[in-house]
C-alpha cells in the first residue's frame, strides 16, 4: 500500500505534539492543531492526541524563565500546568462541538497488564463515544528514573496499544533530514524504508531545553517501535496537520514492518 493510501485508509490516529510547538512563541499554533485535529474527528476518523506542555505551560505560574531541574519543581509545574493544558485544549475542541478526555499514564501502567487493559477500556470507550482522548504521561507521580523521557516513547506505545492505523509525530522541523536541516549538507527524506539503519543520517542526541525533552533522536526511535509493530509513521511539522488532513504529501514517511 503506498503511503498516501495507507493515510487516506487510517481510521484510526495517534498524533503527538512536543512542549515546544505548543508553548511559548508556538503558542498560536495550537488553535491550528485542533482545528486540523477535528476536521479528521468531523469526517469520522478516531483520534487520540498525545500532548507534552504541562510543564512548560505551568512554570510561568511558578515564576520560572526555564524548565525547572529539581523533580519536586517539575512535578508541581505539571500539577499546575496539566490543568491549564487540559482547558485550553477544550475549549478550542468545543468550537467544533467535541469533548475530550485526560488520560495520564506512567511507564507502571503500560507494563502493568491490569493498568494497561483499564486505560484501553477508557480511551476506547472515549472513541466510541465520539471523543478525542488526550494522553501525557503522569509527571506529577513519576520518577527520574521511572518515567517515559519523552513522550515520543509514550505516542509509540499508545499507538500500539489501542491498534492504531497511522502515528503521527509532530514537530518543529518539517521532516526528518540526513543532517540537520541549516547544515548545507542536508538532504530531506521523504520516505524510510522499514529496517532502514539510518546510518547516513546524523541524529545527534536527545535534547533537554528551557520547555521540554526530544529531537530528532527520539522521533526516529518512537517511529522505530511503531513501526515494528506494523503501524505507519509520519513525522511532519506542527503546523502542517492540516496539509496532512487535507491530503497533501508533507514531512517524512515510515514504512511499517508487515505483519502476518
Given at each position: 500500500?503506498?503511503?498516501?493510501a495507507?493515510?487516506?485508509?487510517?481510521?484510526?490516529?495517534?498524533?503527538?505534539?512536543?512542549?515546544?510547538?505548543i508553548s511559548?512563541?508556538?503558542?498560536?499554533?495550537?488553535?491550528g492543531?485542533?482545528?486540523?485535529?477535528?476536521?479528521w474527528?468531523?469526517?469520522g476518523?478516531?483520534?487520540?492526541?498525545?500532548?507534552?506542555?504541562?510543564?512548560?505551560?505551568?512554570?510561568p505560574f511558578?515564576?520560572?524563565?526555564?524548565?525547572?531541574?529539581?523533580?519536586?519543581?517539575q512535578?508541581?509545574?505539571?500539577?499546575?500546568?496539566?490543568n491549564?493544558?487540559?482547558?485550553?485544549?477544550?475549549?478550542?475542541?468545543?468550537?467544533?462541538?467535541?469533548i475530550?478526555?485526560?488520560?495520564?499514564?506512567?511507564?507502571?501502567?503500560?507494563?502493568n497488564?491490569?493498568?494497561?487493559?483499564?486505560?484501553?477500556?477508557?480511551?476506547?470507550?472515549?472513541?466510541?463515544?465520539?471523543?478525542?482522548?488526550i494522553?501525557?504521561?503522569?509527571d506529577?507521580?513519576?520518577?527520574?528514573?521511572?518515567?517515559?523521557?519523552?513522550?515520543?516513547?509514550?505516542?509509540?506505545?499508545?499507538?500500539?496499544?489501542?491498534?492504531?492505523?497511522?502515528?503521527?509525530?509532530?514537530?518543529?522541523?518539517d521532516?526528518?533530514?540526513?543532517?540537520?536541516?541549516q547544515?548545507?549538507?542536508?538532504?530531506?527524506?521523504?520516505?524510510?524504508?522499514y529496517?532502514?539503519?539510518?546510518?547516513?543520517?546524523?541524529?545527534?542526541?536527545?535534547?533537554?531545553?528551557?520547555?521540554?525533552?526530544?529531537?530528532a533522536?527520539t522521533?526516529?526511535?518512537?517511529?522505530?517501535?511503531?513501526?515494528?509493530?506494523?503501524?505507519?509513521t509520519?513525522?511532519?511539522?506542527?503546523?502542517?496537520?492540516?496539509?496532512?488532513?487535507?491530503?497533501k504529501?508533507?514531512?517524512?514517511?515510515?514504512?511499517?514492518?508487515?505483519?502476518?
Open positions: 500500500m503506498t503511503t498516501r495507507a493515510l487516506d485508509a487510517a481510521s484510526r490516529i495517534v498524533v503527538k505534539v512536543g512542549s515546544s510547538s511559548g512563541e508556538r503558542e498560536h499554533q495550537v488553535p492543531l485542533v482545528d486540523a485535529l477535528a476536521a474527528r468531523t469526517a476518523t478516531e483520534v487520540v492526541l498525545v500532548s507534552s506542555g504541562a510543564i512548560a505551560i505551568g512554570a511558578l515564576k520560572l524563565t526555564d524548565r525547572p531541574q529539581d523533580l519536586a519543581t512535578q508541581a509545574a505539571a500539577a499546575v500546568g496539566q491549564l493544558l487540559m482547558s485550553r485544549y477544550q475549549e478550542l475542541f468545543s468550537r467544533h462541538s467535541i475530550t478526555g485526560q488520560v495520564l499514564l506512567t511507564v507502571g501502567d503500560m507494563e497488564e491490569t493498568h494497561r487493559t483499564n486505560a484501553l477500556r477508557t480511551m476506547e470507550r472515549l472513541l466510541g463515544l465520539g471523543m478525542v482522548p494522553v501525557n504521561e503522569n506529577t507521580v513519576a520518577t527520574q528514573e521511572i518515567r517515559f523521557g519523552d513522550n515520543d516513547r509514550l505516542a509509540a506505545l499508545v499507538s500500539e496499544l489501542v491498534s492504531a492505523d497511522l502515528l503521527v509525530l509532530l514537530s518543529d522541523v521532516a526528518l533530514y540526513t543532517h540537520p536541516p547544515d548545507p549538507r542536508a538532504k530531506r527524506l521523504d520516505v524510510v524504508a529496517g532502514d539503519d539510518l546510518a547516513y543520517v546524523e541524529l545527534g542526541e536527545a535534547m533537554v531545553n528551557s520547555v521540554g525533552t526530544g529531537g533522536v522521533k526516529v526511535s518512537a517511529a522505530r517501535m511503531a513501526t515494528a509493530a506494523g503501524i505507519p509520519l513525522l511532519a511539522a506542527t503546523d502542517a496537520l492540516s496539509d496532512v488532513v487535507a491530503g504529501t508533507v514531512g517524512t514517511w515510515f514504512d511499517p514492518q508487515v505483519l502476518d
